[in-house]
């Protein structure tokens, strides 16, 4: 069963890598040919520019081009894709992180001159200048010693992307770092584990203080809140020093100078020659299939990185669901209630709830509920699908039992069964029967909605995707595979409750009785 309904998605995957490798936007109706040359950061005044969310350049794009479109994206992965898919005409980006775009990718290139060189450093709590002092100070330390002049011979002059053992004493406290997906070779997942020169100068850093390091991974846009709020003790995340970001939060001295670039397809940019890579792959749709397996799922083991994913969205799904679906019975009794100081806290829920964006649920739980709190995101996850899910199941189940006839619960009160009897044995077993239809349109749409929690550092699905993303720089497969993969959990919790709904169907347990 499961592999007839992944076949045609698996077929879908092949033919989709293959238009991916080969696709030419088209600007307004008109092919690259036609399109205007960029030639200078100039010629980005009346252009699409794709920027990072969040970041430096995107104010610089605001303000540097008015008359420009600019394209806010959550990774650099989103911003490539945008450019080869012809979403935006250019892009602004850190120079070190694009030499492996431009390794895998010979269809990219960048424009030879930088628009100009800008200090990173280490992101730190206003309220914390006791860390932001011992930091500095390692940091010069690492310098007099030669083990920074290592690091940057390793990282960023050879690219070798492999994190020294560094040993890992039992330290029962930890440092947090927040960290993002900006590529390597500052930060980025290798055989499942996170690698890269910010990743080994933090670790470095949390075992001279006699600490563990604890990684949360977040968007870029995400880094600077969760830092304020007390979810991460330090940004490690090659941020830009800038006067704007200073007013939130301190900066460690400079440890790098970073270039900001321009980014575009090569026969875009004016004075390169188009590549002789830039092909239509060749062989059957198997043989592609099989490379996009191999580089997508085979490669550094990535395909442990959906196996986390999908363990994570199957349990933030479930326990979504069931606890969900017990606050919504219990909102549902309260909103049925005669008292006036029961129905009124019912109905103010489930107006609350039902008016505010499930997204937006979760970042007030995460970085404002519990600010001070250092929670499992995963629990964060539960409890706000939870919270949303009860909103809506409770006026399903109020439908389903105002629905009935009550003439019913009548009959049986006069048949000497209590109101709980009643309910149980009379009201109970129809009402199911009545709002599984519906309820299952809501399981469906919850699993569906799960797919925003890697907006609080929780590796579902989606983020997994985007990991995987990051490193291969394919737009279709691993977006497509996670999408083949929520179906299957959608599916198979559709047969359970499927299930449920045959059992509580009382022709069913009459044809039952008949046969027996």
Not at 195 to 209: K, T, Y
Not at 429 to 434: E, F
Request: net charge positive; hydrophobic share 50%; charged share 20%.
């Amino acid at each position: 069963m499961i592999t007839r309904l992944l076949l045609p998605i698996l077929l879908m995957l092949a033919s989709l890598q293959a238009g991916n490798a080969i696709a030419q936007p088209a600007v307004a109706g008109k092919s690259v040919a036609e399109t205007s040359l960029i030639a200078s950061p100039e010629d980005l005044k009346d252009k699409r520019i794709a920027v990072l969310l969040g970041s430096a350049q995107a104010s610089e794009a605001t303000q540097r081009w008015p008359g420009a479109t600019v394209l806010q994206f959550g990774s650099p992965t989103d911003m490539v894709v945008a450019i080869k898919t012809g979403k935006a005409d250019a892009a602004l980006s850190d120079g070190q992180p694009l030499k492996d775009i431009l390794r895998q990718d010979p269809s990219l290139a960048i424009l030879p001159q930088p628009l100009h060189r800008i200090p990173v450093g280490v992101g730190f709590n206003k309220g914390n200048p006791a860390l932001l002092a011992q930091f500095n100070a390692f940091l010069a330390s690492i310098k007099r010693d030669g083990t920074y002049a290592d690091m940057i011979d390793r990282w960023i002059e050879k690219g070798v992307y492999e994190m020294p053992e560094l040993g890992a004493p039992p330290f029962e406290q930890h440092l947090t770092v927040g960290v993002s997906e900006g590529g390597m070779p500052f930060g980025g997942v290798v055989n499942n584990r996170w690698v890269g020169f910010d990743i080994e100068m933090a670790q470095r850093f949390a075992h001279s203080q006699g600490k563990s390091l604890k990684i949360v991974s977040l968007e870029f846009g995400s880094l600077i809140a969760a830092l304020v709020t007390g979810k991460v003790d330090l940004i490690a995340a090659s941020i830009f020093i800038t006067d704007e970001r200073k007013q939130r939060i301190n900066f460690s001295d400079p440890y790098f100078e970073e270039t900001t670039v321009l980014l575009a397809l090569r026969t875009r940019l004016a004075g390169l020659a188009a590549s002789e890579d830039q092909k239509a792959p060749s062989g059957t749709w198997l043989a592609r299939l099989k490379s996009s397996v191999q580089a997508n799922l085979l490669t550094e083991n990535r395909y442990l990185l959906i196996w986390e994913g999908l363990k994570a969205t199957v349990l933030i799904s479930v326990l979504a669901t069931a606890l969900g679906t017990l606050l919504g019975a219990l909102t549902c009794w309260l909103r049925m209630s005669k008292r006036l100081l029961l129905r009124l806290p019912a109905q103010g829920f489930i107006s609350l709830l039902r008016g505010i964006p499930v997204l937006v649920l979760l970042l007030i739980l995460y970085y404002v509920v519990f600010a001070s709190v250092d929670i499992n995101p995963v629990l964060v996850s539960v409890i706000a699908f939870a919270l949303n899910f009860a909103a809506y199941s409770a006026e399903i189940f109020r439908a389903g039992i105002q629905g009935l006839d009550r003439g019913q619960a009548e009959a049986g009160i006069a048949m000497g069964f209590g109101r709980l009897r009643t309910f149980w044995y009379i009201t109970l077993p129809q009402t199911i029967q009545r709002v599984l239809p519906v309820y299952k349109g809501e399981v469906i749409s919850l699993v569906k909605m799960t797919s925003i929690v890697g907006y609080i550092a929780v590796q579902d699905l989606t983020k997994a995707s985007d990991i995987i993303r990051s490193r291969t720089f394919d737009a279709f497969f691993p977006l497509l595979l996670a999408a083949a993969l929520y179906f299957l959990i959608a599916w198979a919790l559709l047969q359970a409750i499927n299930l449920l709904e045959r059992r509580t169907d009382p022709h069913v347990r009459r044809n039952k009785g008949r046969l027996a």
